[in-house]
Protein backbone atom coordinates (compact mmCIF):
# COMPACT_ATOMS: atom_id res chain seq x y z
CA UNK A 1 0.00 0.00 0.00
CA UNK A 2 2.36 2.81 -1.10
CA UNK A 3 0.85 6.06 0.05
CA UNK A 4 2.79 8.96 -0.88
CA UNK A 5 2.77 10.90 2.44
CA UNK A 6 3.96 14.23 0.87
CA UNK A 7 3.74 16.07 -2.32
CA UNK A 8 6.29 17.85 -1.25
CA UNK A 9 9.73 17.74 -3.40
CA UNK A 10 12.96 17.37 -2.33
CA UNK A 11 15.26 20.15 -2.43
CA UNK A 12 16.45 20.05 -5.84
CA UNK A 13 19.56 22.71 -5.72
CA UNK A 14 21.19 25.31 -3.07
CA UNK A 15 19.30 28.34 -5.13
CA UNK A 16 15.83 27.01 -4.93
CA UNK A 17 16.61 25.32 -1.29
CA UNK A 18 16.33 29.29 0.47
CA UNK A 19 12.90 29.64 -1.17
CA UNK A 20 11.83 25.85 -0.29
CA UNK A 21 13.22 25.71 3.43
CA UNK A 22 11.49 28.96 3.88
CA UNK A 23 8.31 27.53 2.89
CA UNK A 24 9.25 25.13 5.03
CA UNK A 25 9.90 27.08 7.90
CA UNK A 26 6.36 28.83 7.16
CA UNK A 27 4.68 25.79 8.56
CA UNK A 28 3.65 25.99 12.17
CA UNK A 29 5.10 23.72 14.84
CA UNK A 30 1.66 21.73 15.42
CA UNK A 31 1.66 21.05 11.57
CA UNK A 32 5.31 19.74 11.55
CA UNK A 33 4.56 17.46 14.18
CA UNK A 34 1.12 16.61 12.93
CA UNK A 35 3.27 15.66 9.39
CA UNK A 36 6.28 13.83 11.00
CA UNK A 37 3.11 11.72 13.41
CA UNK A 38 1.33 10.75 9.54
CA UNK A 39 5.23 9.74 8.52
CA UNK A 40 5.33 7.98 11.56
CA UNK A 41 2.17 6.08 11.72
CA UNK A 42 2.01 5.36 7.93
CA UNK A 43 5.30 2.94 8.32
CA UNK A 44 3.47 1.20 11.30
CA UNK A 45 0.29 0.11 9.54
CA UNK A 46 2.62 -0.86 6.52
CA UNK A 47 4.22 -3.37 8.50
CA UNK A 48 1.17 -4.27 10.41
CA UNK A 49 -2.37 -4.13 8.41
CA UNK A 50 -3.87 -5.40 11.05
CA UNK A 51 -3.58 -2.57 13.93
CA UNK A 52 -7.34 -0.82 12.93
CA UNK A 53 -6.45 1.64 15.96
CA UNK A 54 -3.20 2.85 13.95
CA UNK A 55 -5.54 3.25 10.62
CA UNK A 56 -8.79 4.82 11.92
CA UNK A 57 -5.96 7.27 13.84
CA UNK A 58 -4.27 7.86 10.62
CA UNK A 59 -7.28 8.89 8.28
CA UNK A 60 -8.11 11.80 11.39
CA UNK A 61 -4.76 12.22 10.84
CA UNK A 62 -5.09 13.08 7.56
CA UNK A 63 -8.58 15.00 8.07
CA UNK A 64 -6.90 17.21 10.41
CA UNK A 65 -4.25 18.39 7.40
CA UNK A 66 -7.69 18.48 5.00
CA UNK A 67 -6.42 15.74 3.15
CA UNK A 68 -9.98 14.48 2.83
CA UNK A 69 -10.03 11.85 0.21
CA UNK A 70 -6.87 10.53 1.99
CA UNK A 71 -8.92 9.91 4.72
CA UNK A 72 -12.07 8.54 3.67
CA UNK A 73 -9.57 5.93 1.38
CA UNK A 74 -8.67 4.84 4.68
CA UNK A 75 -12.17 4.26 6.14
CA UNK A 76 -13.47 2.76 3.38
CA UNK A 77 -10.90 0.05 3.03
CA UNK A 78 -11.57 -0.88 6.90
CA UNK A 79 -14.80 -1.45 5.95
CA UNK A 80 -14.59 -3.86 3.18
CA UNK A 81 -12.32 -5.60 5.00
CA UNK A 82 -14.01 -9.09 5.98
CA UNK A 83 -14.28 -10.00 9.54
CA UNK A 84 -13.61 -6.94 11.08
CA UNK A 85 -15.09 -6.61 14.91
CA UNK A 86 -18.71 -4.29 14.76
CA UNK A 87 -17.43 -1.67 16.88
CA UNK A 88 -14.17 -1.03 14.29
CA UNK A 89 -16.83 -0.81 11.59
CA UNK A 90 -19.14 1.50 13.18
CA UNK A 91 -16.08 3.82 14.10
CA UNK A 92 -15.15 3.50 10.83
CA UNK A 93 -18.52 4.28 9.64
CA UNK A 94 -18.40 7.59 12.31
CA UNK A 95 -15.51 8.39 11.25
CA UNK A 96 -16.36 8.28 7.82
CA UNK A 97 -19.22 10.82 8.58
CA UNK A 98 -16.79 12.97 9.88
CA UNK A 99 -14.42 12.89 6.80
CA UNK A 100 -17.59 13.69 4.72
CA UNK A 101 -18.90 16.25 6.86
CA UNK A 102 -15.59 18.23 6.56
CA UNK A 103 -15.20 17.88 3.02
CA UNK A 104 -18.81 18.71 2.42
CA UNK A 105 -20.51 16.25 1.70
CA UNK A 106 -23.65 16.41 3.93
CA UNK A 107 -26.00 13.56 2.64
CA UNK A 108 -23.35 11.24 2.76
CA UNK A 109 -22.36 12.47 5.93
CA UNK A 110 -25.55 11.84 7.11
CA UNK A 111 -25.65 8.08 5.70
CA UNK A 112 -22.05 7.26 6.97
CA UNK A 113 -23.78 7.86 10.92
CA UNK A 114 -26.88 5.97 9.65
CA UNK A 115 -24.77 3.19 9.66
CA UNK A 116 -22.47 3.62 12.59
CA UNK A 117 -25.94 4.24 14.66
CA UNK A 118 -27.05 0.74 13.02
CA UNK A 119 -24.00 -0.47 14.23
CA UNK A 120 -24.04 0.59 17.75
CA UNK A 121 -27.21 2.42 18.26
CA UNK A 122 -27.72 5.65 19.75
CA UNK A 123 -24.40 7.53 21.11
CA UNK A 124 -23.67 10.79 22.28
CA UNK A 125 -21.08 11.11 20.04
CA UNK A 126 -23.21 10.77 16.93
CA UNK A 127 -26.33 12.45 18.32
CA UNK A 128 -23.63 15.24 18.06
CA UNK A 129 -22.58 15.12 15.14
CA UNK A 130 -26.44 14.80 13.75
CA UNK A 131 -26.42 17.98 15.37
CA UNK A 132 -23.64 19.49 13.59
CA UNK A 133 -24.94 18.45 10.81
CA UNK A 134 -28.14 19.78 10.86
CA UNK A 135 -27.22 23.48 11.88
CA UNK A 136 -24.16 22.99 9.00
CA UNK A 137 -27.48 22.55 6.59
CA UNK A 138 -28.85 25.33 8.49
CA UNK A 139 -32.13 23.39 9.41
CA UNK A 140 -31.82 25.29 11.95
CA UNK A 141 -35.22 23.80 14.03
CA UNK A 142 -33.55 20.37 13.61
CA UNK A 143 -30.35 21.89 15.64
CA UNK A 144 -32.12 22.85 18.16
CA UNK A 145 -34.23 19.68 18.84
CA UNK A 146 -31.15 17.87 18.38
CA UNK A 147 -29.28 20.04 20.97
CA UNK A 148 -31.96 19.39 23.26
CA UNK A 149 -31.97 15.61 23.17
CA UNK A 150 -27.87 15.89 23.92
CA UNK A 151 -29.19 18.27 26.86
CA UNK A 152 -26.94 21.05 25.63
CA UNK A 153 -29.21 24.19 26.77
CA UNK A 154 -26.63 26.50 25.28
CA UNK A 155 -26.34 25.81 21.53
CA UNK A 156 -30.19 24.36 21.67
CA UNK A 157 -30.91 28.23 22.14
CA UNK A 158 -28.59 29.67 19.73
CA UNK A 159 -30.36 27.78 16.96
CA UNK A 160 -33.77 28.78 18.16
CA UNK A 161 -31.85 32.27 17.84
CA UNK A 162 -31.35 31.49 14.28
CA UNK A 163 -34.65 29.83 13.46
CA UNK A 164 -36.67 32.78 14.90
CA UNK A 165 -34.31 35.03 12.40
CA UNK A 166 -35.46 32.81 9.57
CA UNK A 167 -39.02 33.69 10.43
CA UNK A 168 -38.51 37.04 10.60
CA UNK A 169 -37.18 37.45 6.89
CA UNK A 170 -39.88 35.53 5.80
CA UNK A 171 -42.14 38.15 7.96
CA UNK A 172 -43.65 35.63 10.38
CA UNK A 173 -43.23 37.40 13.78
CA UNK A 174 -45.68 35.46 15.31
CA UNK A 175 -43.31 32.13 14.78
CA UNK A 176 -40.48 34.42 15.65
CA UNK A 177 -41.20 35.58 18.93
CA UNK A 178 -42.47 32.19 20.16
CA UNK A 179 -39.16 30.72 19.29
CA UNK A 180 -37.32 33.54 20.78
CA UNK A 181 -38.72 32.72 24.17
CA UNK A 182 -38.54 29.56 23.73
CA UNK A 183 -34.96 30.04 23.75
CA UNK A 184 -34.74 32.07 26.66
CA UNK A 185 -36.49 29.34 28.51
CA UNK A 186 -34.47 26.62 27.49
CA UNK A 187 -31.38 29.09 28.35
CA UNK A 188 -31.70 32.35 30.27
CA UNK A 189 -28.04 33.74 29.39
CA UNK A 190 -28.95 33.12 25.86
CA UNK A 191 -26.89 36.58 24.89
CA UNK A 192 -27.98 36.23 21.23
CA UNK A 193 -31.80 35.78 21.80
CA UNK A 194 -31.72 38.65 24.41
CA UNK A 195 -29.92 40.80 21.30
CA UNK A 196 -32.56 39.23 18.60
CA UNK A 197 -35.19 40.41 20.98
CA UNK A 198 -33.35 43.81 21.58
CA UNK A 199 -33.10 44.52 17.47
CA UNK A 200 -36.50 43.32 16.50
CA UNK A 201 -38.47 46.11 19.02
CA UNK A 202 -36.20 48.62 17.97
CA UNK A 203 -36.78 47.65 13.91
CA UNK A 204 -40.50 47.91 15.20
CA UNK A 205 -39.73 50.87 16.64
CA UNK A 206 -41.17 49.91 20.22
CA UNK A 207 -38.46 51.66 22.52
CA UNK A 208 -40.28 50.46 25.89
CA UNK A 209 -39.33 47.51 24.62
CA UNK A 210 -36.02 47.59 23.55
CA UNK A 211 -35.22 48.91 27.01
CA UNK A 212 -38.04 46.42 28.85
CA UNK A 213 -35.87 43.39 27.10
CA UNK A 214 -32.31 44.89 27.15
CA UNK A 215 -33.33 45.55 30.96
CA UNK A 216 -33.59 41.79 31.39
CA UNK A 217 -30.84 40.60 29.38
CA UNK A 218 -28.34 42.62 30.75
CA UNK A 219 -29.71 40.86 34.18
CA UNK A 220 -29.53 37.75 32.86
CA UNK A 221 -26.83 36.93 30.59
CA UNK A 222 -23.17 36.23 32.16
CA UNK A 223 -21.46 40.07 32.71
CA UNK A 224 -18.39 39.15 30.97
CA UNK A 225 -20.77 39.00 27.69
CA UNK A 226 -23.17 41.84 28.06
CA UNK A 227 -21.52 44.09 25.94
CA UNK A 228 -22.17 41.78 23.19
CA UNK A 229 -26.68 43.38 23.54
CA UNK A 230 -24.90 46.87 23.27
CA UNK A 231 -22.50 46.22 20.25
CA UNK A 232 -25.58 44.53 18.44
CA UNK A 233 -27.68 47.29 19.29
CA UNK A 234 -25.52 50.01 18.19
CA UNK A 235 -24.85 48.21 15.44
CA UNK A 236 -28.20 48.24 14.21
CA UNK A 237 -28.97 51.81 15.46
CA UNK A 238 -25.91 52.09 12.86
CA UNK A 239 -27.55 50.50 9.78
CA UNK A 240 -30.62 52.20 10.45
CA UNK A 241 -28.98 55.52 10.03
CA UNK A 242 -27.08 54.82 7.00
CA UNK A 243 -30.57 53.15 5.44
CA UNK A 244 -32.36 56.44 5.92
CA UNK A 245 -29.98 59.01 4.85
CA UNK A 246 -29.95 56.86 1.83
CA UNK A 247 -33.21 56.40 0.88
CA UNK A 248 -35.50 59.42 0.64
CA UNK A 249 -38.84 58.83 2.22
CA UNK A 250 -40.64 56.55 4.25
CA UNK A 251 -40.88 53.59 2.38
CA UNK A 252 -38.44 51.17 3.52
CA UNK A 253 -37.59 48.32 6.04
CA UNK A 254 -35.92 50.97 8.47
CA UNK A 255 -38.60 53.96 8.85
CA UNK A 256 -40.15 52.36 11.13
CA UNK A 257 -37.57 51.98 13.54
CA UNK A 258 -36.89 53.82 16.78
CA UNK A 259 -36.05 57.58 16.73
CA UNK A 260 -32.45 57.64 17.58
CA UNK A 261 -32.90 60.43 20.00
CA UNK A 262 -35.61 58.78 22.27
CA UNK A 263 -33.71 55.38 22.20
CA UNK A 264 -30.72 57.01 23.72
CA UNK A 265 -32.64 59.12 25.95
CA UNK A 266 -34.44 55.83 27.45
CA UNK A 267 -31.20 53.12 27.42
CA UNK A 268 -29.05 56.04 29.24
CA UNK A 269 -30.98 55.96 32.67
CA UNK A 270 -30.79 51.80 32.28
CA UNK A 271 -26.91 51.78 31.77
CA UNK A 272 -26.82 54.61 34.78
CA UNK A 273 -28.67 52.34 36.89
CA UNK A 274 -26.48 49.40 36.40
CA UNK A 275 -23.45 48.94 38.55
CA UNK A 276 -20.09 50.61 37.20
CA UNK A 277 -18.63 48.82 34.21
CA UNK A 278 -16.07 50.18 31.44
CA UNK A 279 -17.72 48.55 28.49
CA UNK A 280 -21.54 49.77 29.55
CA UNK A 281 -19.94 53.20 30.30
CA UNK A 282 -18.31 52.98 26.99
CA UNK A 283 -21.46 52.12 24.73
CA UNK A 284 -23.39 54.59 26.85
CA UNK A 285 -20.75 57.00 25.06
CA UNK A 286 -21.04 56.19 21.81
CA UNK A 287 -24.50 56.16 22.39
CA UNK A 288 -24.58 59.50 23.42
CA UNK A 289 -22.35 60.68 20.36
CA UNK A 290 -25.21 59.07 18.35
CA UNK A 291 -27.32 61.81 19.55
CA UNK A 292 -24.97 64.40 18.93
CA UNK A 293 -24.61 64.95 22.89
CA UNK A 294 -20.67 65.56 23.01
CA UNK A 295 -19.93 66.92 26.20
CA UNK A 296 -21.98 64.15 27.88
CA UNK A 297 -19.97 61.88 25.94
CA UNK A 298 -16.53 62.85 27.20
CA UNK A 299 -17.40 62.15 30.51
CA UNK A 300 -18.87 58.52 29.98
CA UNK A 301 -15.20 57.85 28.16
CA UNK A 302 -14.10 59.34 30.96
CA UNK A 303 -15.55 57.44 33.50
CA UNK A 304 -14.42 54.00 31.37
CA UNK A 305 -10.80 55.66 32.55
CA UNK A 306 -11.70 55.98 36.31
CA UNK A 307 -12.50 52.18 36.15
CA UNK A 308 -9.62 51.16 33.56
CA UNK A 309 -6.81 53.48 33.22
CA UNK A 310 -5.71 51.39 30.03
CA UNK A 311 -8.67 51.23 28.18
CA UNK A 312 -7.64 52.19 24.97
CA UNK A 313 -10.76 52.94 23.31
CA UNK A 314 -11.97 55.62 25.26
CA UNK A 315 -8.52 57.00 25.43
CA UNK A 316 -9.01 57.51 20.89
CA UNK A 317 -12.27 58.96 21.27
CA UNK A 318 -11.84 61.57 23.49
CA UNK A 319 -8.62 62.25 21.83
CA UNK A 320 -10.71 62.87 18.49
CA UNK A 321 -13.28 64.77 20.35
CA UNK A 322 -11.19 67.35 22.18
CA UNK A 323 -8.77 67.93 18.55
CA UNK A 324 -11.31 70.75 18.08
CA UNK A 325 -10.17 72.83 21.05
CA UNK A 326 -6.20 72.21 19.83
CA UNK A 327 -4.86 74.66 17.21
CA UNK A 328 -2.48 72.25 15.17
CA UNK A 329 -0.97 72.13 11.82
CA UNK A 330 -2.86 70.73 8.16
CA UNK A 331 -0.02 68.70 8.42
CA UNK A 332 -0.24 67.31 12.01
CA UNK A 333 -3.90 67.08 11.63
CA UNK A 334 -3.15 64.88 8.56
CA UNK A 335 -0.82 62.48 10.55
CA UNK A 336 -3.36 62.67 13.16
CA UNK A 337 -6.05 61.36 10.95
CA UNK A 338 -3.92 58.40 9.52
CA UNK A 339 -3.04 56.63 13.20
CA UNK A 340 -6.74 57.42 14.25
CA UNK A 341 -8.45 55.59 11.23
CA UNK A 342 -6.21 52.58 11.63
CA UNK A 343 -6.70 52.23 15.41
CA UNK A 344 -10.04 52.52 14.44
CA UNK A 345 -9.34 49.28 12.45
CA UNK A 346 -8.03 47.24 14.96
CA UNK A 347 -10.52 44.57 15.79
CA UNK A 348 -12.01 44.81 18.80
CA UNK A 349 -13.39 41.13 19.91
CA UNK A 350 -11.25 37.98 20.41
CA UNK A 351 -12.17 34.59 21.75
CA UNK A 352 -10.97 33.75 24.86
CA UNK A 353 -10.11 30.26 24.15
CA UNK A 354 -7.65 30.17 21.39
CA UNK A 355 -6.96 34.03 21.02
CA UNK A 356 -8.74 34.68 17.51
CA UNK A 357 -9.52 37.96 16.84
CA UNK A 358 -12.39 39.77 15.08
CA UNK A 359 -14.45 42.86 14.66
CA UNK A 360 -17.69 41.39 14.86
CA UNK A 361 -19.76 39.61 17.36
CA UNK A 362 -19.66 35.82 16.96
CA UNK A 363 -21.44 33.16 19.58
CA UNK A 364 -19.61 30.14 19.03
CA UNK A 365 -15.47 30.66 17.64
CA UNK A 366 -15.27 30.52 13.72
CA UNK A 367 -11.86 28.52 14.43
CA UNK A 368 -12.23 26.69 17.97
CA UNK A 369 -15.95 26.38 17.96
CA UNK A 370 -16.37 27.33 21.86
CA UNK A 371 -19.57 28.97 22.77
CA UNK A 372 -19.97 32.50 24.06
CA UNK A 373 -16.16 32.90 24.38
CA UNK A 374 -16.03 36.41 22.73
CA UNK A 375 -14.29 39.09 24.60
CA UNK A 376 -13.87 42.79 24.37
CA UNK A 377 -10.01 43.99 23.84
CA UNK A 378 -9.72 46.51 26.64
CA UNK A 379 -6.27 46.76 26.13
CA UNK A 380 -3.72 46.02 23.20
CA UNK A 381 -1.99 43.38 25.29
CA UNK A 382 -5.50 41.11 24.91
ZN1 LIG B 1 -11.76 30.32 19.61
Redesign the pocket.
Known sequence: MGWKLFRRKKLRSPELGAQAANSVGAESLPMQDTRAAIEELSKVVKNDPEAVEIYLALGSLYRSQGEIERAIQIRNSLIVRPGLDSEFKARAWFELGRDFRRGGFLDRAEHAFGQARELIGDTEEIHLEMARLASERSSFQEAADAYARLDLPLPRAHYLVRHAQECYTAGDESHGHKALKKAVKAFSGSVEAWLEMVIQAYRRGSTAKVVSSLREGLEEVEPGIRFALLEGLYQDVVKAERMREQRVGDDHDWAGSCPTKELVEAVIPLLEELEPDVLLYYYGARLLLKNRDVDQAMSWFEKTLVLYPDFWLARLELFDLSQSEQTITKFFRQQLKFFMDRAREVRRFY??????KRDTLFFI??????WH?IKFRKDFSQ
Request: charged share 15%; hydrophobic share 10%.
Open positions: CGNCGLCPRCRSS
